[in-house]
């Protein structure tokens, strides 16, 4: 089954924002398949093309230093979420502005 490529974008924005919810902590490929209820393998395909996008950051190593031989924990960039918490910042400045500009 083929998945078009609007599609992929917003199960990626999905991915992008429960990160964002969870963030500064890193969370396992299972974890995030889990909440958007998605499988393992095609989250980690997504997880890998944010990765070449530079939107987040793959940690292969435990709290310890030890090498995961077969796990990742994922996070977002610092660049992702200063965007995520500026866009989210002016969404509520927006609604207020239309509330308060709001006459009836």
Request: hydrophobic fraction near 35%; charge should be positive; proline fraction near 3%.
């Amino acid at each position: 089954m083929k998945i078009s490529d609007k599609k992929k974008d917003k199960i990626s924005e999905q991915i992008l924002a429960f990160l964002y919810s969870v963030s500064p902590k890193p969370v396992f490929t299972f974890h995030i398949a889990q909440e958007i209820a998605r499988d393992e393998e095609f989250v980690k395909n997504l997880l890998l093309e944010l990765k070449e996008k530079s939107l987040i950051t793959e940690i292969r190593k435990n709290p310890e230093g030890k090498l995961y031989l077969r796990r990742s924990r994922w996070k977002m960039s610092d660049a992702a979420y200063n965007a995520y918490r500026n866009a989210g910042s002016q969404d509520n400045r927006l609604t207020a502005n239309k509330a308060y500009t709001k006459t009836d």
